[in-house]
């Protein structure tokens, strides 16, 4: 058995990584389980009526249409359906863009 496993959360949109624990395998289960939607917005997934959730298993996920990290509300009306690699390209582009800026600065997001 593994111990002391240290366990991140990856913010796609900032590249930042939010610590979770620093323990077994099951310990990161446990607080990943205790907070489900936080970790994997399986509430908007839920609820998301426009699409075949089928797709989500074939190489697609909801986007946001605004940003979250840019203000983008988490609400169904701000998500698409995005191929993987296109989402992680455009969040990746995103986090590259904003990386260190201060909260609150301006930013205009291109596409690289």
């Known amino acids: 058995m593994i111990k002391d496993e240290i366990f991140y ?17 099951d ?3 446990e607080i990943l389980l205790g907070d489900i ?3 994997t917005g399986s509430t ?9 959730k089928e797709m989500l298993s074939q190489g697609y996920r909801l ?3 605004k940003p979250f990290v840019l203000g983008g509300e988490y609400v169904n009306q701000n998500l698409f359906l995005n ?18 800026l201060p909260d609150g600065q ?3 997001i291109e596409k690289i």
């Open 27 to 29: 310990q990161f289960v």
């Open 63 to 65: 986007s946001p249409i």
């Open 83 to 100: 191929k993987y690699i296109d989402n992680l390209e455009l969040n990746s582009s995103i986090a590259l863009q904003i990386y260190g």
């Open 106 to 108: 301006k930013v205009i």
């Open 37 to 39: 939607n936080y970790f």
């Open 9 to 25: 959360f990856l913010n796609i949109e900032t590249g930042e990584l939010e610590y979770i624990t620093n323990g077994e395998f």
């Open 44 to 52: 908007l997934i839920q609820k998301y009526s426009d699409i075949d």
